[in-house]
């Protein structure tokens, strides 16, 4: 009784907190990667501009 659903429910709390975490974690990762294409591209602008 009690102790089934009581595993049904910590099972779910974790699957949701699982699913929380992969959201922000991605969310992290694709701000670090347009921040490092970003850099990129001023590093790239910098050598041209030093060439000419």
Same mark, same amino acid.
């Given at each position: 009784?009690?102790?089934?659903?009581?595993?049904?429910?910590?099972? #779910? #709390?974790?699957?949701? !907190?699982?699913?929380?975490?992969?959201? #922000?974690?991605? @969310?992290?990762?694709?701000?670090?990667? @347009? !921040?490092?294409? !970003? @850099?990129?591209? @001023?590093?790239?602008?910098?050598?041209?501009?030093?060439? !000419?």
């Amino acid at each position: 009784g009690f102790f089934v659903w009581l595993s049904y429910g910590v099972s #779910l #709390l974790v699957v949701v !907190a699982f699913v929380i975490y992969i959201k #922000l974690d991605k @969310r992290k990762l694709i701000t670090e990667i @347009r !921040a490092q294409a !970003a @850099r990129k591209a @001023r590093i790239q602008q910098a050598k041209e501009q030093s060439k !000419a």
